[in-house]
C-alpha cells in the first residue's frame, strides 16, 4: 500500500512513565526517517509536542491541524511544515482523515479515543478502507483490545472486526504494518436483522 501520510493520534500531556515520550519520539524519528508526513492535531505540548518534534528532527514534514479555541490551551505549534487552523473539533477529525493514509494511537486520554473510536467507526462503515495500529507503550492499549473482543464475543461486533487495528510495542513494525494495507475486514452486511417469527 503507498503510504505516504500518517495520521498520530496522541496526548496532550506526556502520561506519568517516560517511555510513553520515549516511544513518541521514537515513532516520530521513524516518520521522518521514512518520508512519511506526519498528521496531527498541531499543539506543541504533551506526546503531541514530542512526536511532531521529532518527525522535523528526523527531516520529515509535519501537519498540524488546530481548532481556534485550542489555540492558547493547547500551545499551537508553530514552526511546523504546514499549519492548519479549524474552526471545529469535527473539522479537525474530518481534515487530519483526508490527510492521512493510515492511522496510529499513542497513549492519550478521551480525545485520543475519541479520534480513535471515530476512524474505526468509519473503516466498520466502509467510509475507508486505511490500516489503523496502536503503539501499545507498556500495554497501554491491552484493556482496549479486551473491550474490543468483548464487544466481539457478546454480538455487538462481527467478530471478523474483533480486532481492527495492528497493535505493537515497536514504532517501526508498527509502520511497516501500516505499509502492508487495511487492518480492518469490512463485512458487507454488518448489521444482521432479527429472525422474524
Known amino acids: 500500500m503507498d503510504v505516504r501520510s500518517i495520521c498520530v493520534f496522541c496526548g496532550s500531556r506526556p502520561g506519568n512513565r517516560p517511555e510513553y515520550a520515549e516511544a513518541a519520539e521514537q515513532l516520530g524519528t521513524e516518520l521522518g526517517r521514512r518520508g512519511i508526513t506526519l498528521v496531527y492535531g498541531g499543539a506543541s505540548v504533551g506526546l503531541m509536542g514530542t512526536v511532531a518534534s521529532a518527525a522535523l528532527a528526523a527531516g520529515g514534514k509535519v501537519v498540524g491541524v488546530l481548532p481556534q479555541f485550542l489555540g492558547k490551551r493547547e500551545l499551537a505549534y508553530l514552526g511546523l511544515t504546514e499549519f492548519i487552523r479549524v474552526d471545529s473539533m469535527h473539522e479537525r477529525?474530518?481534515?487530519?482523515?483526508?490527510?492521512?493514509?493510515?492511522?496510529?494511537?499513542?497513549?492519550?486520554?478521551?480525545?485520543?479515543?475519541?479520534?480513535?473510536?471515530?476512524?474505526?467507526?468509519?473503516?466498520?462503515?466502509?467510509?475507508?478502507?486505511?490500516?489503523?495500529?496502536?503503539?501499545?507503550?507498556?500495554?497501554f492499549f491491552q484493556p482496549l483490545v479486551a473491550l474490543a473482543r468483548h464487544m466481539a464475543q457478546e454480538g455487538f461486533v462481527p467478530?471478523?472486526?474483533?480486532?481492527?487495528?495492528?497493535?505493537?510495542?515497536?514504532?517501526?513494525?508498527?509502520?511497516?504494518?501500516?505499509?502492508?494495507?487495511?487492518t480492518l475486514k469490512v463485512t458487507e452486511k454488518w448489521l444482521k436483522r432479527p429472525e422474524q417469527t
Open 159 to 182: 467478530e471478523e472486526q474483533a480486532l481492527p487495528f495492528a497493535v505493537s510495542t515497536s514504532p517501526s513494525e508498527l509502520v511497516d504494518r501500516m505499509m502492508a494495507g487495511p
Open 93 to 139: 477529525k474530518a481534515l487530519m482523515a483526508a490527510r492521512s493514509d493510515a492511522f496510529i494511537a499513542l497513549p492519550g486520554g478521551f480525545g485520543t479515543l475519541d479520534e480513535l473510536f471515530e476512524i474505526t467507526t468509519w473503516a466498520q462503515l466502509g467510509l475507508h478502507g486505511k490500516p489503523m495500529g496502536l503503539l501499545d507503550t507498556r500495554g
